[in-house]
Nanobody, 120 residues
């Protein structure tokens, strides 16, 4: 199983980025995909998730600014991040699990992450 994140980079505050998580080696359409992030010196935290039935859930810190979607034909989940703030700076990881969305890190598979840096 592989999860590969892409789309990170450096952006100014107020800007946007779209992250992608491309999966292989698993029945993608039956898995929940979550996005997490980890800033230097902080614990990894849940950001957003999308279930196989297209239910979505976002943390309060990103609600209204981030949107999650999936394209099962491409085995890819997208995280559209708008109105970015310096506090959004972190390494962003995608993760997969076969059941419903959870906010803890109990996911079966993880990507290696992509860096997002938001300058003020």
């Amino acid at each position: 199983v592989q999860l590969i994140e892409s789309g990170g980079g450096l952006v100014q505050a107020g800007g946007s980025l779209r992250l992608s998580c491309a999966a292989s080696g698993l029945p993608f359409g039956t898995y929940t995909i979550g996005w997490f992030r980890q800033a230097p010196g902080k614990e990894r935290e849940f950001v957003s998730g999308i279930s196989r039935s297209l239910d979505t859930y976002h943390s309060n810190s990103v609600k209204g600014r981030f949107t999650i979607s999936r394209d099962n034909a491409k085995n890819t989940v997208y995280l559209q991040m708008n109105s970015l703030k310096p506090k959004d700076t972190a390494v962003y990881y995608c993760a997969a699990r076969p059941d419903w969305i959870i906010v803890s890190a109990q996911y079966d598979y993880w990507g290696k992450g992509t860096q997002v840096t938001v300058s003020s």
